[in-house]
């Protein structure tokens, strides 16, 4: 049976990775009422986690990295809530630079304790959007209805173009080319049962220098799995090359490409395509007021930088954006 879900909000954020969940506690904090539209059976978009058997995998961002004052006392309070733990300096003999922190117990932790206390509709897909010039009604593929004269959009670029585009939202044409423009890596993540220890070093982390392999990282010596277990990721050339192929298949040449790293063939494994992996170059702003009334913002890490801590920043940005609104 379709829901018939019809709530309103201040803000509706669509998308529940980073961006959408720091500018959704920021305008919750400042007395907004926040409705977070999630596509997904939970939080955090590529800061991703699985289980399968005993091991466990991130299989989507690999670590955190600050360079911000903001973002580095954000992950203090996540480092005394339990949900983020020191990795390393970094991954060679001479590593001794900017702190890689990792989820605890795995990546996923991170986005769940950021989700706590706000309101959010998963496994909620928006399909359709349009206004009636005071306020965005916005429609999902289950038949909810959410309503709310602002409008924060934290998807991949493509994807929030797409849906402006379903309710004949006009955007300025220097804006519109501009966003276009952003083009982002695809990459495959291979998550590998291993028997035995890899021979991938400590800390458990590796990044070859040529091959179809950007990415392996041991996630037992990582620190999140009970078992040897390992996430491999293609490269963007690789994988915009095999895109279309089988996935088994696809999955079988990255074993073969990391065999040098694993010690023994894989038990089992399991694949999964991240099709907006990072962007490949990034908008001027922090993020875009795309349209004043009713007000419509875009933001992500495609806009104050890649990587989680860019995320963080732009949907910072997004809410002060919002915040400091008038019309």
């Known amino acids: 049976m379709p829901i018939k879900t019809r709530l309103r909000a201040d803000v509706l954020v669509v998308g529940a990775g980073m961006a959408g969940l720091t500018a959704a506690r920021l305008l919750q904090s400042s007395g907004k009422e926040v409705l977070i539209l999630e596509k997904g059976r939970g939080p955090g978009g590529r800061m991703a986690s699985r289980r399968i058997g005993n091991s466990t995998f991130d ?3 690999q ?9 580095s006392a954000a992950i203090m309070d996540w480092q005394r809530a339990g949900v983020a733990h020191s990795w390393c300096q970094g991954f060679s ?7 890689r922190w990792r989820g605890k117990p795995a990546m996923n932790a991170i986005p769940k304790h950021l989700c706590q206390e706000l309101s959010i509709q998963q496994e909620t897909k928006i399909v359709s959007l349009g206004h009636d ?12 209805w959410f309503g709310a004269p602002n409008l924060l959009l934290t ?18 044409s220097v804006l519109r080319q501009q966003l276009q423009g952003i083009e982002y890596e695809r990459c495959f993540a291979v998550m590998a049962e291993l028997g035995g220890p890899s021979l991938v070093p400590a800390p458990g982390g590796f990044a070859p220098a040529e091959g179809d392999v950007a990415w392996i990282a041991d996630n037992q010596k990582k620190g999140i799995s009970a078992s040897p277990a390992v996430t491999i990721h293609s490269t963007h050339a690789f994988s915009m090359a095999h895109w279309e192929a089988d996935r088994e298949t696809v999955g079988l040449s990255l074993i073969a490409a990391a065999s040098a790293w694993l010690g023994e063939v894989p038990q089992s494994f399991q694949i999964h395509g991240w099709k907006y992996s990072k962007p490949r170059n990034i908008f001027p702003q922090p993020c875009v007021v795309a349209q004043q009334q009713p007000l419509l913002v875009l933001a992500g890490d495609a806009f104050a930088g890649p990587k989680v801590e860019g995320a963080a920043l732009s949907g910072w940005a997004a809410a002060e954006a919002i915040l400091n609104h008038k019309m």
């Open 155 to 172: 998807a991949p670029v493509p994807q929030s173009l797409e849906l402006i585009d379903t309710g004949n939202i006009r955007l300025e």
């Open 93 to 99: 003999a001479e590593a001794g630079g900017h702190t």
């Open 133 to 144: 010039g005071k306020e965005w009604q916005v429609g999902s593929d289950n038949g909810g």
């Open 63 to 71: 670590f955190i990295t600050a360079r911000s004052a903001r973002f």
């Open 59 to 61: 299989h989507g961002a």
